[in-house]
């Protein structure tokens, strides 16, 4: 769906979606849309701003991903709200360098006439996963050995110990 600035000039721009999987591509991220994803919200021109948009909403969906430690797919349920603001991107400086400050960081900008919801949702849910992806605290992980998940079963395969491998090193003569 997309947020026209020149609409949101004469009105604000309400929206209620339901995505299903597809729709948002997240294959680079190596997730997968498991349910459908639901958007609702409105987006407005912000007052005495030119061109400053403000779109606030809230989504739910369920994503999956492997686990960083088993490689097993976990499923993360999602919801959330978000208040945004985007900015044209005509409103940067060019030639200089300049300083923003940290309310200025919490600012997107968008180029042309308006703002794709779909790039909105797929970052907010980007934001919203965690930074490493585990099915529990209690994860086993797999076997540098023999790859077997450890949470399905465990192995006999022995551990080479990095000390003794290392060990020829400690007698080196640093001058």
Known sequence: MFLSVKEMEVRK?????????????????ELEQESL??????AALVPHSPGEV???G?????????CDRCLERTRYPLEASFDLYYRPVETIAREEEVGIDE???EIG???GGGIELEDVLREQIL??????????EACKGICPVCGQNRNQAACNCKMEDAAGRWGALRHL???
């Open 37 to 42: 994803l639901r958007a609702a919200g409105e």
């Open 103 to 105: 309310a200025e960081s």
């Open 13 to 29: 721009i309400r929206f209620d979606e339901t995505f299903r999987a597809g729709q948002i591509d997240f294959a680079g991220d």
């Open 109 to 111: 900008f968008y180029e």
């Open 54 to 56: 403000r779109i606030r």
């Open 173 to 175: 003569e640093i001058p």
């Open 58 to 66: 809230r989504y739910s969906v369920e994503i999956t991903a492997a």
């Open 127 to 136: 934001l919203a996963l965690p930074m490493q992806r585990i099915c529990s």
